[in-house]
């Protein structure tokens, strides 16, 4: 089985400075990992996957994360944020066998200070 | 259609009531997910079709949950006897192929919120 651990549950950052949005994952197997973003009264938003390969991820609205194997670690990282970055971000893992669900982790609220 | 649509967007039902939510996954998509996420917490999978077979239903948390996706579109989750525990978001998603296949993208729709009063 797998699990996900978001060890934030909210990060203040003001606008333009960095954040990094730390994830790790528990699994007896090798897995898919997955940053989403929820914007107040939307549904999820697919930022990036990590599928195989190079280990740095770029997604979109200029987030990228890391993927370390031996620290099992997925965390999401964005050089300058903007106020419109506001949202919860939810990291998710899932099998290599392609089980059929997406594993969640409870969430990181990122509030961008003006 | 564009994305994944869920009605109602909005609901709030009496204890013991019966409450039907609908998905309209996006046009083509084989794969339809949904996922209860309660207030400040993460979706937890419920169940899963390809096309209109249910093929796991490991996370339905009662038998008062029932889902259904007859003609391998549109879908159905139906929570009989609602009890206030069921108060949550539910969200439907889908994807273009079944899972295992690259990491198939699976997009969200913008949920159906119940409230149990």
């Known amino acids: 089985a797998q699990s996900v651990t978001q060890l934030d549950s909210q990060v203040p950052v003001f606008e333009e400075a960095p954040v990094e949005l730390r994830c790790n994952y528990s699994s007896s197997v090798s897995v898919y990992l997955f940053w989403y973003v929820q914007y107040p009264n939307q549904g999820l938003q697919l930022l990036l996957k990590y599928l195989s390969g190079s280990t740095l991820v770029k997604g979109i609205n200029g987030f990228e994360a890391e993927f370390n194997k031996s620290q099992t670690s997925f965390h999401l990282r964005k050089p300058s944020v903007h106020i419109s970055d506001t949202a919860e971000y939810f990291c998710?893992?899932?099998?290599?066998?392609?089980?059929?669900?997406?594993?969640f982790g409870t969430g990181t609220r990122l509030t961008v200070i003006p | 259609g564009a994305g994944v649509s869920q009605s109602p967007r909005y609901k709030v039902a009496k204890r013991g009531q019966d409450v039907a939510l609908r998905c309209d996954p996006i046009s083509g998509h084989v794969s339809l997910f949904w996922y209860q996420q309660a207030l400040g917490q993460g979706p937890e999978f419920l169940t899963y079709?390809?096309?209109?077979?249910?093929?796991?239903k490991s996370g339905l948390p009662s038998d008062r949950f029932f889902a259904e996706r007859p003609e391998g579109s549109v879908s159905t989750l139906k929570i009989q006897r609602t009890q206030q525990e069921d108060s949550a978001v539910y969200l439907c998603?889908?994807?273009?192929?079944?899972?295992?296949?690259?990491?198939?993208?699976?997009?969200f729709g913008e949920g159906s919120w119940l409230t149990v009063v």
């Open positions: 998710a893992v899932s099998d290599l066998s392609g089980a059929n669900n997406l594993f």
């Open positions: 998603a889908s994807s273009l192929g079944p899972p295992g296949q690259g990491g198939n993208t699976i997009y």
């Open positions: 079709f390809q096309n209109e077979a249910q093929l796991d």
